[in-house]
């Protein structure tokens, strides 16, 4: 008995948050006449919506750009982020908490400051029209990220990597095959943090693509938005079936690595 009210509020804000998601995909199975009724079942059940919006634009070229800058993305500022963290936490060298400071300072800027000067040098470099200011940015690693790994390998036993390097075990090769096996759930957090960004993110692709077939999935469903949802025979349920073919994969990421999401955001 003393669970129910625990369980009653759960369930309310259960229901508030995936209501809105429950709304899209219902409205992308209702003809133009019903999308905003507001019903939780469509009236008129129409799935051809997504044929027809499939045929209209390129949304397996999309899916497959936000697939490949995604995981680039993930990728690269998991690694480049853990290599960072193990230094600040494993290595004393003068001046790191200053240094580290700095890192995490950087965290109060926001990206529009720096959304100029990052695209005249990546047009100096003749790439500003590419897909790569995409994800190669974060080769240079994430602040929130450093500081959530850092956290994961200061957790780790010192005397484990002491013993190692008596047995004559370089940095790297702490990095490699004892840090990084150690702190798996926390990097399945930054993959998963930043594949979410990377598959969200509007303002670079607006920024940097041009050509149509380059786009991702956003920048993408900013096209569908333009053609379909302005003037007054709009198309609406086909931006919602857009929208929801956007939005399954990441419900689908998180269901297959939920417990080392949850984990990870736990212990980190």
Do not use: C
């Not at 936000?66 to 680039?72: R, T």
């Not at 999935?217 to 709009?234: M, Q, T, Y």
């Amino acid at each position: 008995m003393r669970r129910l009210p625990v369980l009653a509020a759960l369930l309310v804000v259960t229901a508030a948050f995936g209501y809105p998601f429950w709304w899209l995909v219902s409205a992308s199975l209702k003809d133009r006449a019903h999308v905003f009724d507001n019903a939780l079942l469509p009236v008129v059940f129409s799935p051809g919506n997504y044929v027809e919006v499939w045929h209209a634009v390129p949304l397996l070229t999309w899916i497959g750009n936000s697939v490949a800058v995604g995981l680039a993305a993930a990728l690269a500022v998991t690694l480049s982020s853990a290599a960072v963290a193990f230094g600040f936490a494993m290595f004393r060298f003068p001046g790191r908490s200053a240094l580290f400071g700095v890192v995490l300072a950087t965290m109060m800027l926001p990206a529009a400051v720096t959304l100029v000067p990052v695209y005249l040098e990546w047009h100096a470099l003749g790439l500003a029209t590419t897909q790569i200011p995409l994800w190669a940015q974060n080769l240079f690693g994430s602040a929130f990220s450093v500081f959530l790994l850092r956290q994961f390998f200061l957790g780790l036993p010192r005397e484990v990597f002491d013993a190692a390097r008596v047995d004559g075990a370089g940095p790297w090769l702490l990095f490699t095959r004892m840090a990084l096996p150690l702190t798996w759930p926390g990097l399945v957090v930054v993959f998963v943090f930043e594949l979410k960004a990377a598959w969200t993110d509007l303002i670079k692709p607006l920024v940097y693509l041009r050509d149509p077939a380059l786009y991702t999935l956003p920048r993408g469903l900013k096209a569908v938005l333009d053609r379909f949802g302005e003037g007054g025979e709009a198309q609406w349920e086909l931006v919602m079936a857009a929208s929801t073919v956007a939005t399954v994969p990441l419900v689908l990421l998180f269901l297959v690595a939920q417990r080392h999401f949850v984990r990870g955001a736990v212990v980190g």
